[in-house]
């Protein structure tokens, strides 16, 4: 099995829908992340967890919910999205949040909004 | 503040030449990491390698190096006799202080294509 794995690997959704994204961790580490990946922009930090609590929330709107229900799993949550949130969203673990420790990523999910 | 840019955009070279490709940080803390992630067309980034602001020895892994300059704030790859397989989006990172792995700068990415 690859390190870290998410599904879906593409989505579309209205406006209206409520959609999960999910992810899985078979490395062992303490942290995973969410990023979104948008066109002509920088990766941007949306989400942390360190050992399952959320200790970084980098002022996300609300129409996305993580939920880290153990240390190996991630969802992020989507409802009421708009067109501007289509992006490619990253998992990524890590052993912890040390300033020196790797990420290791899935292959992301290719989230169109209509 | 801390900043990463790799002032590349995109690249494109012809098999078997050399690529360098720059990044320029900024940071006030004393200790800090830089990384070089790669990121194919399957889209999961891979890490590729660490360097701490202590070390300033250059590193060289196969037909990858990196040239790491605390003067003039500069970690740049270089990859030797490219190769298709080379193709790809790269990016340069930083992370410093403590906890620093959840504040990560990422830089833009510099696309990288190699022609057969």
């Known amino acids: 099995e690859t390190g870290v794995t998410q599904t879906p690997r593409h989505l579309v959704m209205g406006m209206t829908n409520k959609k999960s994204l999910k992810c899985e961790q078979h490395l062992g580490h303490n942290a995973m992340y969410w990023y979104k990946q948008s066109a002509k922009k920088p990766l941007e930090l949306m989400f942390v967890?360190?050992?399952?609590?959320?200790?970084e929330n980098n002022s996300v709107p609300s129409r996305f919910s993580p939920e880290c229900p153990n240390s190996s799993h991630l969802f992020l949550h989507l409802h009421t999205l708009q067109p501007e949130d289509s992006a490619l969203y990253l998992c990524?673990?890590?052993?912890?949040?040390?300033?020196?420790?790797?990420?290791?990523f899935g292959q992301g999910t290719r989230l169109t909004v209509v | 503040a801390q900043k990463v840019t790799q002032a590349q955009t995109e690249i494109s070279v012809v098999e078997k030449e050399d690529v360098t490709l720059d990044c320029v940080y900024e940071?006030?803390?004393?200790?800090?990491?830089l990384f070089w992630y790669k990121q194919p067309p399957s889209g999961e980034l891979v890490f590729l390698i660490r360097?701490?602001?202590?070390?300033?020895q250059n590193e060289i892994s196969g037909r990858y190096s990196w040239n790491f300059q605390k003067s003039t704030s500069s970690f740049n790859f270089t990859i030797t006799a490219s190769q298709v397989v080379d193709s790809a989006v790269y990016f340069c990172a930083l992370s410093a202080g403590r906890d620093g792995g959840f504040k990560t700068i990422f830089g833009a990415g510099t696309r990288l294509f190699v022609k057969a």
């Open positions: 940071t006030r803390d004393t200790t800090y990491y």
């Open positions: 967890y360190s050992l399952e609590e959320r200790v």
């Open positions: 360097r701490n602001s202590f070390d300033e």
């Open positions: 990524a673990s890590s052993q912890d949040v040390a300033a020196n420790t790797e990420a290791f």
